[in-house]
């Protein structure tokens, strides 16, 4: 390995390519490739907002990157959570070797492989912080780092062009629950050796000072059991295990059983129990079933449903509709999580629920009963500060995240770093020559319809957005084979607004569609295709011009 | 009018409903209500989110209204925001007398009417703070209160069962930009005579201290002249016009010629300085066209456009879309205004098209150049303590602001104060006998699709959002008299993905309607609508089945 601080003007290609992330937060995924050797790091989705009907997941498009490299060598996973595993379905049939991740990660993907109806059999393999392993002409070596799920890596890949340093998600928490701190020995070691680049975390570049610890949290929801004489009930993320386990902790010291609700909560405390990341004592856990035999104060409960996803447990325990888990005005609902944009109103109208069950409501926008999982500016700083890189790439962000990384980081190295400014599909290339963007490949955002299933393309999104907004009109309209229309036509609408001016068209419609296949010319008459987009134009521009309205106008020109 | 102490068990009714603004944010609108007498107190709207497609304006249901009361003797609109005036145009029919409002409130609601067909004519009444008008029964006082739009009142409804004080939107701000502070001592006056009921504000609950006053703004501001170097682009609301005033005074100050840009901004700033609420130095303001002819660093330009609406100044400004105002690298962007939820993705959008053009962000969210027009907590209780009422009910807010509010007073009034957390609809009857609530009326969201036209139903919104998530399928199909199926049926499709699954299902689908309709029994045969449906229920289980997908299956049966 070489990590020539002259860089050759001649020589093989070292290109890193970020597919996703840069530019969005979410569906993060890097491409490193050099001669046959192709490393995507994570591959990562995203979850769409309203604006996408009937989308079930987001993630980035990989036809420019099949292009690129044709087969991946190796995926490296940092981490379990869906924004770094939830595409790894869709990148698997481009995959030759293996994916690389820790016990938690690989645990956490492998049913996702499997419901896609893959089998990851010994594709899936293991490692731990401190770890070697070569893929191709790359050295891949894991580094512990913590965040707000456990068993997470960054990755330094040893390429023969120099070291590249990707943080994952991370914090330098001092104090972590596990006892497994952030290795800053190690991303020294690396800066004085020697970086070529430095691919960081940007999500809390605009949050001042440093995030803090996991462990404090603990005395906001301290306060919580010790001052709660009903039931307490706790909304997080499933994959926080860390919170999890100071929940687990507080029941213990407080006296109450635990509960644990919801699908998410459920499997990955399974998972995590079993892998030595949580740690339950026994006799402390009832199921949900058992809670009518217990006092409401001797009971704490772990939810999903933090973000105000409707199905979550959460939701159906605050509108009354739970088996099991009720509201009382004694009870004290904790959202132990960040509102994710975009999810504040679905979390505001559980917030109300609860609040109309009389219980009290604790939200961590506001009590120190959550902290977040990713370092702020000061941490951000003190990477780049421990790497000292050649080249700073800042990444996981929307674009001015990027950017103000990108400002900051230009003040902290002073002038030894060059800091590149890059967006999902841009080439940066670091070898030969000085780094620079050099190009950019194909990229966007594929939007998934059904776990398992197709694309949906830009056309099928227009026309959803079109019937989402102003509905359908079918007018139906026999002709005979001479282009003569048959009978009297028929319309049918769906999504539409029926006031009188609609109305009154509605009636004279059937008449009218008539009248211009009367009236179209013998061109359009024999072309059954020509003939139904002339009367979709001219019915569209009638409810324009009389009604004011765009409803999607889909006619039927029946040949009997 | 009497304020006795003791309220009689028997006598005339008095009754206060909420119609909206007490279980969300918007559309704020009270009925009081005594014998013959029936006041309205503001008229408002809201806007909808992506959850409401096809949706322009969100208003209270008014068959409730309008059943309880019959006519409305009189509206007082408090000040004029769009969550306080915006439904007047569709309470207009039900309104036998005046509107009142203060000069710049009927100067914006006025436009308004007019642009639904109604002639507002000699019906806006102008009222000025202090003065008091006799509707029906009642006497109306208005009080001046401080508030992000200017010319705001409070109104004191003397009633013959006692005075009602209504607070409208407000905050303590001790040093106005107009010299008009809230009139602290009438607030003080009306408690010591008594106050049946105070109905507060509870926007800004959740915030501890007091919220300031607008002119805390200025030295963040000030800071932004100070240092740009290149031109200033402030976006706000058209209608926070001591805002635009702080911005005017700063362009004096610092030298630079001011644009205004938006038709939000360009209306509302002529209303404004026509009735002598934002004063402009001659010579001071140019046009959009003139600004090629000045240098960047000479420029300050307000503009619509901080929520992220598509199609505001400032978001074809971001995207190097607009006539004459574009980005450089050294000018600076400020949002002067906070997010509100729901709109924080597509200011996000622009933020990140403002980063791309190199230019500095300046975030209301995070610097000070935005202060909120609501009091917060401190400023709430203050109202409380000066107002003294026998009863209290906590207004504008979702329900758990409601809550909280509720709480708060229980605290600050002791036990002299009846809290009443009531919600849209409820009747508040406050004579005879105690307050309390007592049934509800028929009350929701009306839905209203065009500014001037009808009311989305719940029908519409299901089909739509079906349509808008899983797309549409017409399957036409020609059947003779006797109900038998006649050539090959059709089908077209809109806003589907078609994937292996679903294509194959469509190449079939023609021959399965075709078979379902010779299967269907003769009564299914001779009811249209029967075999209608029985053949949509029929494909749509089929789509469900062998493709996993819930299309809207709109059957076509025609009859030849």
């Given at each position: ?160 062009a120099g070291v590249l340093v990707h943080t994952g998600d991370y914090k330098f928490d001092q104090t972590p629950l596990d006892g ?291 509905g359908v009109v079918v007018p139906v309209i026999a002709v005979s084979r001479d282009g003569l229309v048959e009978g009297i036509p ?71």
């Amino acid at each position: 390995m070489s990590t020539s601080s002259i860089a050759p003007e001649t020589g093989p290609v070292l290109d890193v390519i970020p597919l996703g992330g840069l530019g969005e937060f979410g569906m993060n995924m890097l491409l490193v490739a050099w001669e046959d050797t192709a490393i995507l790091i994570d591959a990562g989705a995203m979850f769409p907002g309203p604006e996408l009907p009937g989308v079930d997941l987001v993630i980035p498009h990989l036809e420019g990157l099949a292009e690129r490299v044709g087969r991946l060598t190796a995926v490296v996973l940092t981490h379990g959570h869906e924004d770094h595993i939830g595409a790894l379905p869709y990148v698997w049939p481009l995959l030759d070797g293996p994916v690389y991740g820790t016990p938690l990660t690989l645990a956490l993907v492998g049913p996702k492989l499997e419901e896609h109806g893959l089998n990851p059999a010994d594709r899936l393999c293991e490692i731990a912080p401190g770890d070697t392993v070569t893929a191709g002409a790359m050295e891949l070596e894991f580094i512990r780092v913590t965040h707000s799920i456990p068993d997470c890596v960054a990755v330094a890949i040893h390429t023969p062009a120099g070291v590249l340093v990707h943080t994952g998600d991370y914090k330098f928490d001092q104090t972590p629950l596990d006892g497994e701190p952030l290795d800053v020995q190690r991303f020294a070691e690396l800066g004085r050796s020697g970086v070529l680049a430095l691919f960081g975390d940007s999500t809390n570049i605009e949050r001042p000072g440093f995030t803090g610890s996991e462990r404090d949290v603990v005395p906001g929801l301290d306060e919580v059991f010790s001052h709660a004489t009903g039931k307490i009930v706790v909304a997080a993320f499933s994959s926080s295990l860390h919170r999890i386990q100071i929940v687990v902790d507080l029941a213990v010291q407080h006296g109450r059983k635990l509960v644990f609700a919801g699908r998410g909560v459920l499997q990955n405390t399974e998972i995590a129990e079993r892998l030595g990341h949580l740690r339950l004592p026994a006799g402390l856990r009832i199921r949900e079933s058992e809670i009518g035999g217990y006092a409401a104060r001797d009971i704490v409960c772990v939810t999903t449903g933090s973000q105000g996803e409707p199905r979550a447990a959460l939701s159906r325990i605050a509108v009354d509709d739970h088996r099991h888990i009720g509201l009382e005005p004694d009870d004290v609902v904790v959202f132990s999580a960040r509102a994710i944009p975009g999810n504040r109103r679905a979390i505001g109208r559980v917030m109300d629920q609860v609040a109309r069950r009389g219980a009290q409501l604790v939200d961590g926008e506001r009590s120190p009963v959550h902290v977040s999982g990713h370092g702020s500016a000061e941490e951000l700083k003190l990477m780049l500060s421990l790497v000292k890189p050649r080249h700073f790439v800042p990444m996981h962000g929307e674009y001015r995240y990027l950017a103000e990384h990108a400002r900051v980081a230009a003040r902290v190295t002073g002038g030894h770093t060059t800091v590149l400014l890059a967006e999902d599909g841009d080439v940066i290339r670091l070898a030969p020559g000085p780094g620079r963007i050099e190009g950019r490949i194909a990229t966007g955002r594929a939007l998934m319809d059904g776990t398992r299933s197709a694309e949906v393309g830009a056309d099928v999104l227009r026309q959803r957005r079109h019937l989402a907004a102003d509905g359908v009109v079918v007018p139906v309209i026999a002709v005979s084979r001479d282009g003569l229309v048959e009978g009297i036509p028929d319309v049918v609408t769906r999504g539409m607004v029926i006031d009188a001016r609609t109305g009154a068209l509605l009636e004279t419609l059937p008449a009218m569609a008539a009248d211009v296949i009367r009236a179209a010319g013998p061109d359009q008459r024999i072309d059954p295709a020509a003939l139904t987009e002339h009367v979709r134009r001219e019915l569209q521009r009638v409810f324009r011009k009389q009604a004011g309205r765009r409803p999607l106008v889909l006619p039927v020109i029946m040949e009997i």
